[in-house]
């Protein structure tokens, strides 16, 4: 997916700033399938304003610049539906952890051990907090 429809998926959960998009590229539950930095976040919103899939409006904050908090139009759930119906190919994958196990023969067994181990561990942690979405009650 393009960021702009990466975005437009972030949008159809809330209103949000630039700011957070990009934390839930981050951290959020869209670190695990999307890519979004501010330099192509920001160039993605103006798009998808420019093409009225979003609304921005300044919300004023005190000592600090108005924050844009931008709001997903019909047409831009629409525009959303429509690329969520595109077939969205071959994934992208790229593994550091794969690296390393390729060459797994030239390290001990228990260091890879270790390294399964604690990657087990991690992706609990990923499911549960994928889990924890907003209306599931077992995470409020």
């Known amino acids: 997916m393009d960021v702009k429809t990466t975005c437009l998926g972030v949008l159809a959960t809330g209103d949000f700033t630039g700011y957070e998009i990009r934390k ?14 501010y330099g192509s976040i920001y160039p993605a919103l103006t798009k998808a304003e420019a093409e009225e899939l979003v609304t921005c409006h300044k919300q004023a904050q005190e000592k600090r610049p ?59 942690t990923k499911i549960t907090h994928l889990d924890c979405h907003p209306g599931n009650e077992m995470c409020n």
């Open 24 to 37: 839930a590229f981050e951290d959020g539950p869209f670190s695990h399938f999307a890519d979004g930095g």
């Open 66 to 124: 108005a924050k844009k908090i931008y709001t997903i139009t019909p047409k831009g759930r629409m525009h959303l539906m429509d690329s969520l119906q595109i077939d969205p190919g071959e994934d992208k994958f790229r593994s550091n952890f794969l690296f390393t196990l390729y060459f797994a023969d030239y390290l001990p067994a228990s260091w890879i051990e270790e390294v399964f181990d604690k990657r087990i561990a991690d992706y609990k």
